[in-house]
């Protein structure tokens, strides 16, 4: 069926605080105001109905701020009396280990009134036990979504291409776009809407969270400079991206860069798949970890994102995901937010069809 022909796709002892009062999440929607919640009559319009989710760049600047719109009020909790995905199913198909991705989607199908299936390749053996194409014909006759974490982009775009539900990217040896829109949510939290010049400084590996951050420069305006080891650039057709829309990215391995960042992001070093080189890898980064000493040097309001997990001791240390400019917990939580704004917003018009 093509996406067309497809119908609008215990108690706490007295010493000791209640759990619950250390979540900003729950605190911040508690306060005596409340948050204004929404009715099935004031949601939004889904603005990507029944669209694939593979990149960044499948959303336009409009787009990206709705949905950005939508995570900034799920966050502070206007969604709660909504069930806007009630009787919809999304099937989570994983490759890779995942422990963010994967809750967050449960979860939030879960909080929007819908249903999660989260399948292993163990379980579904993708390209080797049955064609990719075969999956997400068989997938798309049960679900009405389907993410998938994978190692190569080429096996998102053929699930999308054979699926008529949208598919959502959980990551990809080349992309990972589900996580800017959370990373995103988190610097609008710091500096607001208009993020046009905001230096965004991406010290590391060229990997798929430096790829997907070159496209989100493209989207918003940031300049985004990349500091990597001479080898480990980004990749090649993503600078072309940002080439053909007339951005301009800063590529360099003087450390110096770091300076007077806005917003200073690290990944690992050795991403799912790359565990033969690590020796290597870990030979090419020395000196490009994140620690406590380089924050000093980004700009005095700066922040630093990681989306975790963390390889402590490599690109990072706790002194610095603990220091007072990280927000990578709240990054974390973001992928909740960020993620069930996306769903409603690819899945929102689609009614049951069952
Ligand atoms: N950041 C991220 O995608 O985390 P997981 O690999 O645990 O899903
Ligand atoms: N670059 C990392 C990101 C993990 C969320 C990887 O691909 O393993």
């Known amino acids: 069926m093509t996406k067309a022909a497809r119908p609008a796709k215990k108690p706490a002892p007295a ?14 929607a508690t306060k005596s105001s409340g948050p204004v919640l929404l009715t099935p009559e004031t949601l939004p319009a889904p603005v990507m109905a029944g669209r694939d989710f593979l990149s960044n760049l499948d959303m336009s600047a409009q787009e990206l701020r709705a949905v950005l719109d939508t995570a900034h009020s799920m966050r502070r909790g206007e969604w709660r009396g909504v069930r806007p995905l009630s009787g919809l ?9 995942s422990l963010r991705t994967r809750t967050t989607f449960d979860v939030g199908m879960y909080q929007l009134g819908g249903h999660a299936i989260t399948l292993s390749n163990q379980e579904i053996g993708l390209g080797t036990r049955e064609r990719v194409s075969d999956v997400a014909r068989n997938l ?9 974490r ?3 982009q080429q096996t998102l775009v053929e699930l999308a291409e054979h699926a008529s539900v949208p598919v959502v990217n959980g990551l990809s040896d080349m992309l990972h776009p ?45 300049d985004v400079t990349v500091v990597t080891p001479v080898g480990y650039e980004p990749n090649a057709g ?14 360099t391995n003087d450390l110096a860069a770091v300076e007077g960042a806005d917003v200073l992001y690290t990944d690992v070093w050795i991403s799912m798949g790359q565990e033969a080189e690590a020796d290597i890898r870990r ?17 005095p309001g700066g922040i630093f994102l990681h989306c975790l997990p963390a390889h402590y001791g490599e690109e990072t240390v706790p002194e610095a995901t603990e220091h007072p400019k990280s927000r990578v917990f709240d990054q974390a939580e973001n992928r909740l937010h960020a993620q069930k704004a996306l769903l409603y917003h690819l899945m929102g018009a689609m009614k049951p069809r069952w």
Request: glycine content about 10%.
């Open 15 to 28: 010493t000791q605080a209640p759990k619950q009062a250390s979540r900003p999440r729950v605190a911040a």
């Open 89 to 97: 199913s999304l099937a989570l198909v994983f490759e890779k280990a």
């Open 140 to 148: 798309e006759r049960w679900v009405d979504g389907v993410m998938g």
């Open 150 to 152: 994978v190692y190569l």
């Open 178 to 222: 589900a996580q800017l829109l959370a990373d995103y949510q988190t610097i609008e939290q710091e500096y607001g809407q208009d993020l046009a010049g905001r230096r965004v400084v991406y010290i590391g590996d060229g990997n798929n969270l430096a790829n997907s951050h070159i496209h989100m420069g493209i989207l918003t305006g940031t």
């Open 238 to 251: 993503v600078l072309m991206d940002a080439v053909k829309a007339g951005v301009n990215v800063t590529l």
């Open 283 to 299: 030979r090419a980064f020395r000196g490009y970890q994140v620690t406590p000493g380089m924050l000093d040097t980004i700009a």
